[in-house]
């Protein structure tokens, strides 16, 4: 079965960089893409970016353009997602998703469970 | 930049009532929106994509509809495990934006 299992609850201070792991089994890993979500405390869903896990293609929000990072490692099935100089803002829960299809860009079915990331002085 | 916004922000409605959320796209984007339903505590869950195509799994009482600029998404009878927020989506070509939510409880 899939699984997407996320790396644990981050706490950070403002203009430090977290990243955040993706560890997917299940499935053929450079087959699907994978996003990543996050949703501060109690709003609702803001799309960060997506990587190909095939060839490493991103596609990020534009909003964080030249704070994020989106990889993968093959060789252990893991997405990342690394942010820098963090803000108050940025305090959310962070989620990856993967692709329901080969050919259906960021049309998310299985999410991992989740890792909170505190940002505070 | 492309904007997805979603009406209402909120509405309550008693069990077996049918349930109209609209979601509008500011830019056409045929139909690749899909449907999410999140409840309390919970990761979002896909319901429909394509505009009107269900999930595997998802009950037939959901379904979507539209194209371009305008969706729709529609509970014919609504029950208590309905109650969550429910996202639009815009997908396969990036900006992949969520709309704003809306939360839907039981009168």
């Known amino acids: 079965q899939v699984q997407l299992v996320q790396s644990g609850a981050e706490v950070k201070k403002p203009g430090a960089s977290v990243k955040v792991s993706c560890k997917a089994s299940?499935?053929?890993?450079?087959?699907?893409?994978i996003s990543w979500v996050r949703q501060a405390p109690g709003q609702g869903l803001e799309w960060v970016g997506w990587?190909?896990?095939?060839?490493?293609?991103?596609n990020y929000a534009q909003k964080l353009q030249g704070r994020v990072t989106m990889t993968t490692d093959t060789s252990t099935s893991t997405a990342y997602m690394e942010l820098r100089s963090l803000r108050s803002d940025d305090t959310a829960v962070y989620y990856c998703?993967?692709?329901?299809?080969?050919?259906?860009?960021?049309?998310?079915?299985?999410w991992g469970q989740g890792t909170p990331v505190s940002v505070s002085s | 930049d492309l904007q997805m916004t979603q009406s209402p922000s909120s509405l309550s409605a008693s069990v077996g009532d049918r349930v109209t959320i609209t979601c509008r796209a500011s830019?056409?984007?045929?139909?690749?929106l899909a449907w999410y339903q999140q409840k309390p505590g919970k990761v979002p869950n896909l319901l429909i994509y394509?505009?009107?195509t269900l999930q595997s799994g998802v009950p037939s009482r959901f379904s979507g509809s539209g194209s371009g600029t305008d969706f729709t998404l529609t509970i014919s009878s609504l029950q208590p495990e309905d109650v969550a927020t429910y996202y639009c989506?815009?997908?396969?070509?990036?900006?992949?934006?969520f709309g704003p939510g809306t939360k839907v409880d039981i009168k």
């Open positions: 394509a505009a009107s």
């Open positions: 299940g499935y053929t890993f450079t087959s699907y893409g």
């Open positions: 830019q056409g984007i045929s139909n690749n």
């Open positions: 989506q815009k997908y396969n070509s990036a900006p992949f934006t």
């Open positions: 998703a993967r692709d329901l299809t080969t050919v259906a860009t960021a049309l998310l079915t299985y």
């Open positions: 990587i190909s896990a095939y060839n490493g293609n991103t």
